[in-house]
């Protein structure tokens, strides 16, 4: 290792002093202050275009599917499955390329590609075609979360990793906001558009316009994100000396390791994807609910759903990640386990309580408070897995844990929702009963699966402490 890599970093607020690491001197040399939250900052906004770009068709499903004549299942396929089969597929490699390449230029890539297939939603003449780019979106999106985690692991001290993750997520809770506010404003706007002919394309319905504009701006931001942010130093034991010269690490050395340390994994990746399993149920299905329901406008939940996510789940967010540094530097075992295992305790009988209130405001009410609750466990679950990983792993075991999360949820939270309203109360009026129960059979596996690896998170954290001191 280099003199320069092993320069104190005492002038850094992020010298990590009074942590629970001890009163150690970092060894690793960090990025500044400005430079660490500039990419923060930047890297933030590609989450929000991630969630902005897929989730804006849960507020658009009800005119896709009078426009092109496709149930509840088929509609679930469109929202879940389609984004997560490209999404699976392409997930590992790419992220085995951001464990020894340039994260930066990886994420600026993705990010140009699912914008512009995010566009092509809004040119889909038939469900074929919007599943195809729904394809598109999933492949482009499969890249960003493992190279962008991988880089604040490299950014910020071992005490800030959780604050940096969840910090990042308020992109994501800006993305769900914007794509109901956005989504809803559009569709107000364009209500009485005539339906366009576009030369070689087809028929563009109002509705399509959304696509088109929430997809446009990403192409803007991926040239800030090649240009405008730093690729960080790797850092770790584990990591080769020669940093231009990283060597993958074999898929099956990956799978030892995580399989020396399942029950660990198993609660920082398995309890964290069935937290979204039943969350992403509802949250896909709430603007339906309330058309159906209490014959809302989409508009106007879009609008309501939308404020109350970007406003109560900042909060909620920042303070996971502070709550998890506080307790870090209190020397207090597996702190980021521990917040989203009582955060569970409390979301979960909530998710089962709301989608049955029959007054929209106190469901709404409710709802905001679950948001904030699922909040504060974000942050530090993402932080988990970075933290016990060694660097040339890193964004492996993060795409498994993206594919868990991302993908599993993300095709059949939605799905399973859609199957009890189908094929179980076979009515659609009875979708709140549909989400109620996916909650209520799927959150109290998620508290066990959490409960049962908190003692050897502890321990696996103890074990990676020497990875940050290089």
């Given amino acids: 290792m280099t003199d320069s890599a092993s320069q104190t970093a005492t002038d850094n607020d992020f010298s990590g002093e009074g942590s629970a690491e001890g009163s150690r001197t970092q060894k690793h040399e960090l990025p500044s202050t ?40 088929q509609a679930a396929l469109l929202l879940g499955a389609a984004f997560s089969l490209t999404y699976a597929i392409a997930g590992l490699p790419i992220a085995r390329y951001a464990d020894v390449a340039n994260r930066r230029n990886l994420i600026g890539l993705c990010i140009a590609f699912w914008s512009a297939m995010t566009m092509a939603c809004g040119l889909a003449q038939n469900y074929a075609q919007l599943f195809l ?17 991988s880089m604040l692991t490299d950014i910020f001290p071992r005490e ?31 209500a009485h558009f005539p339906p366009v002919e576009i030369p070689f394309v087809g028929v563009l319905r109002p509705w399509q316009w959304a696509f088109i504009i929430v997809g446009f701006p990403g192409l803007l931001w991926a040239l800030v994100v090649v240009t405008m942010i730093k690729e ?25 390791y995580m399989w020396n340390d399942w029950r660990t994994y198993l609660a920082v990746i398995g309890g964290h994807a069935m937290k979204y399993l039943f969350a992403l149920g509802t949250t896909q299905w709430m603007p339906t609910l309330f058309v159906r329901e209490f014959d809302w406008s989409l508009t106007k939940i879009g609008l309501l759903q939308g404020f109350l996510i970007m406003g109560v789940g900042p909060i909620g967010l920042i303070l996971g990640g502070k709550l998890s540094e506080y307790l870090t530097r209190r020397g207090t075992p597996g702190a980021n386990m521990q917040i989203v295992f009582y955060a569970l305790l409390v979301s979960v009988p909530l998710s089962i309580i709301f989608p049955l209130v029959g007054n929209p405001y106190l469901l709404l009410a409710l709802y905001s408070t679950n948001v904030f609750v699922s909040a504060l466990g974000v942050g530090p679950a993402t932080a988990a897995a970075q933290l016990i990983t060694p660097n040339p792993m890193r964004a492996q075991i993060g795409a498994v844990k993206q594919f868990s999360s991302n993908v599993i949820a993300f095709a059949l939270g939605p799905l399973i929702v859609a199957l009890f309203t189908d ?48």
């Fill in 160 to 190: 800030k990793v959780a604050f940096a993750t969840g910090t990042l997520a308020i992109g994501a809770q800006a993305g769900t906001g914007l794509a109901l506010i956005i989504g809803g404003s559009v569709l107000a706007f364009v």
């Fill in 34 to 73: 400005k430079s660490a939250y500039w990419t923060l900052f930047v890297l933030g906004i590609v989450v929000m275009f991630t969630v902005l770009d897929r989730q804006v068709l849960a507020l658009l499903i009800e005119p896709v599917k009078e426009d092109f004549g496709i149930s509840d299942t």
């Fill in 232 to 256: 960080p130093r790797r850092r770790g034991r584990s990591v080769m000396a020669v940093q231009g010269k990283l060597k993958s690490v074999p898929v099956k050395e990956v799978a030892r």
């Fill in 423 to 470: 094929y179980l109360f076979s009515d659609p009026n009875d979708l709140k009963y549909s989400m109620s129960l996916a909650a209520a059979v799927l959150g109290p596996l998620a508290i066990l699966i959490v409960w049962q690896g908190l003692g050897t998170y502890a321990r696996s954290y103890d074990r990676t402490a020497a990875e940050f001191d290089e």
């Fill in 133 to 149: 780019a729904r394809m598109g979106i999933g492949m482009g999106e499969s890249g960003y979360g493992p190279a962008t985690w």
